[in-house]
């Protein structure tokens, strides 16, 4: 469809990037890069209201998102367009844009094409020698400038060498090495530090990929103290249990696991030496706060409240209560003992959801005049009904009068 469309303009359409290094290495890709030698905005606006879909454009970079209803991305791009003076002096576009366009990206793996116009469609095209990368598990830069010109890219190289266990070739390792002694990556803005961090800690088994970090010295981009090693190993594995468990027991929770693992990332960290990170990262004030609340309200949890023997369900419901569930996963991991985390399981199962059954407007029609006492007497009559006072709409009833 796409290529049909894109003849019926006089554009070319291929296919491009991550879609078909992810088809070759048969693993699932919901996002397809389509780049269109022509006007990008156009044929996605074309195609949008032709097939009912969503279209969103980005003029400023000729180009579009166009958004289907079960969830399947496509991004179209706008390959540069060349015209060659003739001397006839016909302007004529020059074949070798989509090439230009591929020259511009991080690894040969990533700069497969596939043809779609209805001629050509499903010729591989294969400028860089992508093929034979993939074939050979390789992770390899175009030129050697190319960490040079975007540092992001060495993050980039140790995600997709761990995530499909290629490895990053000698050359390419070499030019890496090279790129972080320069010091580079520190000249990198905060928020794309973050987000390269972000990715590589939203894969699948984010371990690997920082252990990798280690070797290339990359974690000291985020911080001089920040180290790979067995205790990091530890509690890496000890998140991704966590996480299973939590994704297992509460299948349709939203969690962004990726939270869990950044927060114990950086969980060793003086508060002094945490506030540079974040800072480092441009973490917007209001999250950093909430970063630092966390760490100090986990500490004390640990140190002081589980320490109790035998609390109440209610007082275990007021501890948990103000945390997220990538937060309570975080407490679970940085707990030593089977009975925090057992605890943790429990709220999380048994007392999260509970709600008293009468409501304000039933306090009203008992006669209770409004103001703070309501609060005071729904949170009473909470605890009760998690500490098994009350049961029912009745007991609640009795409890209140
Ligand atoms: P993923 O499966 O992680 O989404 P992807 O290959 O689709 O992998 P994206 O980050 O979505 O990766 O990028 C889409 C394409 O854009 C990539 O295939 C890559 O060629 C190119 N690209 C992305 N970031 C860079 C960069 N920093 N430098 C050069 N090319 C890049």
């Known amino acids: 469809d796409f290529g049909e469309l894109a003849e019926g303009l006089g554009y070319k359409a291929y296919a491009v990037g991550g879609f078909i290094r992810d088809l070759l290495l048969r693993r699932s890709n919901l996002d397809i890069d389509i780049v269109v030698e022509g006007d990008g905005i156009r044929f996605a606006r074309a195609f949008a209201e032709k097939y009912g879909v969503r279209a969103r454009c980005h003029k400023k970079f000729n180009t579009a998102v166009l958004i289907f209803p079960d969830g399947l991305k496509v991004d179209v791009a706008t390959a540069r367009l060349e015209y060659y003076q003739y001397p006839a002096a016909l302007p004529v576009v020059q074949f070798g844009s989509l090439k230009m366009d591929l020259y511009r990206r991080d690894f040969t793996i990533n700069t497969l094409a596939v043809a779609l116009n209805p001629e050509e469609f499903g010729e591989l095209i294969d400028f860089f020698g992508g093929q034979k990368d993939i074939k050979d598990k390789a992770v390899r830069v175009l030129h050697n400038l190319s960490f040079v010109e975007d540092p992001t890219r060495i993050l980039r190289a140790v995600r997709f060498e761990q995530r499909f266990s290629f490895k990053v070739g000698k050359q390419t390792a070499g030019l890496m090495r090279n790129t972080v002694k320069m010091g580079l990556l520190s000249k990198l803005g905060g928020h794309r530090l973050f987000h390269e961090l972000q990715q590589i800690l939203m894969e699948e088994d984010p371990l690997p990929a920082i252990r990798r970090m280690g070797e290339f010295e990359l974690l000291a981009a985020f911080h001089p103290s920040l180290r790979y090693d067995a205790?990091?190993?530890?509690?890496?594995?000890?998140?991704?249990?966590?996480?299973?468990?939590?994704?297992?027991?509460?299948?349709?929770?939203?969690?962004?696991?990726?939270?869990?693992?950044?927060?114990?990332?950086?969980?060793?960290?003086?508060?002094?030496?945490?506030?540079?990170?974040?800072?480092?990262?441009?973490?917007?004030?209001?999250?950093?706060?909430?970063?630092?609340?966390?760490?100090?309200?986990?500490?004390?949890?640990?140190?002081?409240?589980?320490?109790?023997?035998?609390?109440?369900?209610?007082?275990?419901?007021?501890?948990?209560?103000?945390?997220?569930?990538?937060?309570?996963?975080?407490?679970?991991?940085?707990?030593?003992?089977?009975?925090?985390?057992?605890?943790?399981?429990?709220y999380c199962h048994r007392y999260r959801h509970v709600q008293t059954e009468l409501k304000g407007r039933d306090l009203k029609a008992m006669g209770f005049p409004p103001g703070p006492l309501y609060s005071r007497i729904l949170n009473d009559l909470l605890d009760a009904r998690l500490n098994g006072q009350v049961r029912s709409r009745a007991e609640e009833l009795e409890f209140v009068k």
């Open 231 to 346: 205790h990091m190993q530890a509690l890496f594995a000890r998140v991704k249990e966590v996480i299973s468990w939590y994704e297992l027991s509460f299948l349709d929770e939203p969690l962004e696991s990726w939270w869990v693992y950044f927060l114990v990332l950086f969980s060793r960290l003086s508060r002094k030496e945490l506030k540079q990170v974040l800072d480092r990262l441009e973490i917007p004030l209001s999250r950093q706060e909430r970063i630092v609340w966390t760490y100090n309200r986990v500490d004390h949890l640990l140190g002081t409240f589980f320490r109790l023997p035998d609390p109440r369900p209610s007082d275990i419901y007021r501890a948990l209560q103000p945390f997220r569930p990538e937060e309570l996963l975080f407490l679970m991991v940085q707990a030593t003992c089977e009975d925090v985390r057992r605890i943790v399981s429990h």
